[in-house]
Every structure is written in C-alpha cells, then in structure tokens.
T-cell receptor, first 115, second 110 residues
Framework: NAGVMQNPRHLVRRRGQEARLRCSPM?????VYWYRQLPEEGLKFMVY????????ESGMPKERFSAEFPKEGPSILRIQQVVRGDSAAYFCASSPVGDPYNEQFFGPGTRLTVL | GQQVMQIPQYQHVQEGEDFTTYCNSSTTLSNIQWYKQRPGGHPVFLIQLVKSGEVKKQKRLTFQFGEAKKNSSLHITATQTTDVGTYFCAGPRSSNQFYFGTGTSLTVIP
C-alpha cells in the first residue's frame, strides 16, 4: 500500500511564475490537508479538502494561493505569481476520516525555491 | 485563538542523557498527537493521547497527557543518535484539523 505521494519533490521557480504542487493521498483516504513549513519552523495549516470540496481554507493566503481535490486525480496546491517568501517545504497529509482522532499520514513534501 | 506552544525550541544532549519536551495549550484539548520529523524528512505519527492523566510508553519514549488536558510531555530516556529530529505535538484546532506546536529540535551529541 503506497503511502502519500507528492510531486515534484523539489521545485524551482522564478519570481512571478506559477507553482503547482501535487498530492496523491493514501489509498482509501479521502481527506487531504496541506501544510507549509518554513526553515527552522513548525507546520502551518493551510487548507483541508475532501473530494471536490474545500472544507477549511482559513490558513491559506487569500491571494495567489488556491487548492483543489477533484473527483479524479491528485489534490493540487497552486501558487500564482510566486515571490521569494513562498520558498518553503509544502507537505500534504491524508487521513481516512476527517476527525481529530485520526493520525495524519504525511507525504515526503515539495521543497519550493523561488529565485 | 487556540495555540499550542512547545518548549524548549532546541535541545542539545550528550548521547545517553535524557530529554524532555513540553507542550502547552491555552485551551482544553480533546486529544493530543505527537509526531517526529527527521532532518530533511516528513512528520511521522508517534502516538495519540486521549484520556486525562494518560501515560503511554514506546520503548525509551514516555508520553504524558496532563490532568487538565492542557499540557503534554514527551520524555526520552538514554537518548541515542537515532532520536535526532524535531518533535511536534498537535492538538485539534476544530472538528477537522490540527494545530501543530512549534516543535522541539533535538540534537544528540555522540
């Protein structure tokens, strides 16, 4: 049973370009969470999605950031017009049920570098 | 809003010494989870505590949930180099998401 998959593992973008990060949850998991981690810092919640629904996006910046989890295919975190401050590790996690008593399974992360 | 604070932020220990990290919440938690992240890696679930005063052990790791369910601790006995990493606690922020603590980065000096 494959774990949570994220790609790309490393992504380099120039300022103003778009970054598209993908996350495939574990088989049987329909709940996906995205987190951002700056160097030497903790995990900051960004967004929580179920298939075709955004449940909670309170941690996501209002501008330039969007997320989706379509009926088919991976969850996508999209950052438009990237700036240097977007450089970070972006982790997604999945769980079988969306309640706080379930552990979250994390993917290996995407390290985004904005030049 | 609800916050989960961890102390210390960094800890350096000699191999064989003990290590403890503390997690404190401003509000009562229904449960708390602990994760470990190795350098360059991703967070991995360690354990979950649910009951007031609960204590759980995993080999050299001891996890405790406070009586008031507002704090928790992770204690490692006789650290080894394999214990290196950052330890995060996580408490529910709402009915469907977690608030991760700031983490404690552990360095073990051989």
């Amino acid at each position: 049973n494959a774990g949570v998959m994220q790609n790309p593992r490393h992504l380099v973008r120039r300022r103003g370009q778009e970054a598209r990060l993908r996350c495939s949850p574990m088989k049987g998991h329909s709940h996906v969470y995205w987190y951002r981690q700056l160097p030497e810092e903790g995990l900051k919640f960004m967004v929580y999605l179920q298939k075709e629904n955004i449940i909670d996006e309170s941690g996501m910046p209002k501008e330039r950031f969007s997320a989706e989890f379509p009926k088919e295919g991976p969850s996508i975190l999209r950052i438009q017009q990237v700036v240097r401050g977007d450089s970070a590790a972006y982790f997604c996690a999945s769980s079988p049920v969306g309640d706080p008593y379930n552990e979250q399974f994390f993917g290996p992360g995407t390290r985004l570098t904005v030049l | 809003g609800q916050q989960v604070m961890q102390i210390p932020q960094y800890q350096h220990v000699q191999e064989g010494e003990d290590f403890t990290t503390y997690c404190n919440s401003s509000t009562t938690l229904s449960n708390i989870q602990w994760y470990k992240q190795r350098p360059g890696g991703h967070p991995v679930f360690l354990i979950q505590l649910v009951k007031s005063g609960e204590v759980k052990k995993q080999k050299r790791l001891t996890f405790q949930f406070g009586e008031a369910k507002k704090n928790s601790s992770l204690h490692i006995t006789a650290t080894q180099t394999t214990d290196v990493g950052t330890y995060f606690c996580a408490g529910p922020r709402s009915s469907n998401q977690f608030y991760f603590g700031t983490g404690t980065s552990l360095t073990v000096i051989p």
